[in-house]
């Protein structure tokens, strides 16, 4: 039997912010991968088709349980036990039971849970469990368990009353010990905070350093940016990628970057070999950018 070609990181089609039953139900909807690669691997036609989903979780005061939902929100109709369920139970998940022998990883979308404080972590820990025993281990690392655990940019770094409002809800260490004692073979994804005082405030080195450190030890990593920051923090953000061949970036972003921003994203990321494919694009108006850039033949 052929083996499935993995898709380009830079293809997949993420749904962000899927925090309630109406954008859930969208992503029900969607069908299976069905993105192929070009013959030179580096091109493709985007479609609709579901690779990736990211979601938020707050812990609910109300309910006592994990619920869907991005701060200052405290309370959610969704509760993340239904989210995962629905999820389960999707038409494009079906053939990636546990009884399935060799499901092909990449028809099983990226599930990025996004956490916004260590009781919500907590607290869902036996709901992500019972969710990964629907499917078989070797798709475990399809499931990313994310945090801000480290203090990033858009604050100034001189001024201890701005970095005060821009400190984690995690201790780094509590997260990963968490994450990889309770749920062995997910990925973590471990980023940085950020403040809308100055989106276009860069990583530094000290900042980038200190992540490393941490994620040393671990393999299957991806490091969430904002990529507003991205062009100014390239010579510290790519020591990211020299130091583990597993290691990825997630670029995030909810407004749309000028196309100079994208073109100088896509150029340095997806135009070096050293680079390439290791980089995955949850930004806004990206995949329109790539039609576009396709269609006149220039990526």
């Given at each position: 039997m052929?083996?499935?070609?993995?898709?380009?990181l830079?293809?997949y089609?993420w749904?962000h912010?899927?925090?309630?039953?109406?954008?859930?139900n969208?992503?029900l909807?969607?069908?299976?991968v069905t993105?192929n690669n070009g013959?030179?691997?580096?091109?493709?036609?985007?479609?609709d088709a579901?690779?990736?989903?990211?979601?938020?979780i707050i812990?609910s005061?109300?309910?006592s349980?994990?619920?869907?939902?991005?701060p200052?929100l405290?309370?959610s109709d969704?509760t993340l036990a239904?989210?995962l369920h629905?999820?389960s139970?999707?038409k494009?998940q079906?053939?990636?039971?546990?009884?399935?022998?060799n499901?092909?990883?990449?028809?099983?979308p990226?599930?990025k849970?996004?956490?916004?404080s260590m009781?919500?972590l907590?607290?869902?820990?036996?709901?992500?469990?019972n969710?990964?025993d629907?499917?078989p281990s070797?798709?475990?690392?399809r499931?990313?368990?994310?945090a801000d655990?480290?203090p990033?940019?858009?604050?100034d770094l001189n001024?201890?009353?701005?970095?005060?409002k821009?400190?984690p809800?995690f201790?780094?260490?509590d997260?990963l010990?968490v994450v990889?004692?309770?749920?062995p073979?997910?990925v973590l994804?471990?980023?940085?905070t950020?403040?809308?005082?100055?989106?276009?405030?860069?990583?530094?080195d000290?900042m980038?350093?200190?992540?490393i450190?941490?994620a040393?030890p671990?393999?299957?990593?991806?490091?969430p940016?904002r990529?507003?920051?991205?062009v100014?923090s390239w010579?510290a953000?790519?020591k990211?990628y020299?130091?583990?061949?597993?290691w990825t970036?997630t670029?995030?972003?909810s407004?749309e970057l000028?196309?100079?921003?994208f073109?100088?994203?896509?150029?340095?990321?997806e135009n070096?070999?050293?680079?390439?494919n290791r980089t995955?694009?949850?930004?806004?108006g990206?995949?329109?950018y790539l039609?576009m850039?396709?269609?006149?033949?220039?990526?």
């Amino acid at each position: 039997m052929m083996a499935t070609k993995q898709p380009l990181l830079i293809n997949y089609n993420w749904h962000h912010a899927v925090n309630d039953q109406s954008k859930l139900n969208q992503v029900l909807e969607k069908k299976s991968v069905t993105d192929n690669n070009g013959a030179d691997g580096r091109t493709t036609a985007t479609t609709d088709a579901i690779e990736a989903i990211e979601a938020d979780i707050i812990f609910s005061e109300v309910k006592s349980q994990a619920v869907m939902g991005h701060p200052p929100l405290r309370d959610s109709d969704l509760t993340l036990a239904s989210f995962l369920h629905q999820l389960s139970q999707a038409k494009f998940q079906q053939h990636c039971s546990s009884s399935t022998n060799n499901p092909a990883e990449t028809e099983f979308p990226v599930l990025k849970l996004d956490f916004k404080s260590m009781t919500a972590l907590k607290s869902s820990l036996p709901d992500i469990d019972n969710y990964l025993d629907n499917f078989p281990s070797c798709l475990r690392r399809r499931v990313w368990i994310n945090a801000d655990v480290l203090p990033g940019p858009g604050e100034d770094l001189n001024d201890a009353t701005a970095q005060e409002k821009i400190q984690p809800k995690f201790e780094i260490t509590d997260f990963l010990q968490v994450v990889t004692t309770a749920l062995p073979g997910t990925v973590l994804s471990v980023g940085w905070t950020t403040s809308l005082t100055d989106i276009g405030e860069p990583y530094t080195d000290t900042m980038v350093s200190s992540m490393i450190e941490f994620a040393k030890p671990h393999t299957e990593v991806t490091f969430p940016v904002r990529a507003s920051c991205f062009v100014k923090s390239w010579g510290a953000l790519q020591k990211l990628y020299q130091i583990n061949d597993t290691w990825t970036l997630t670029l995030w972003w909810s407004h749309e970057l000028a196309k100079e921003e994208f073109d100088r994203i896509y150029w340095t990321l997806e135009n070096d070999e050293k680079f390439r494919n290791r980089t995955y694009y949850d930004l806004f108006g990206f995949r329109n950018y790539l039609s576009m850039s396709r269609y006149k033949g220039l990526c």
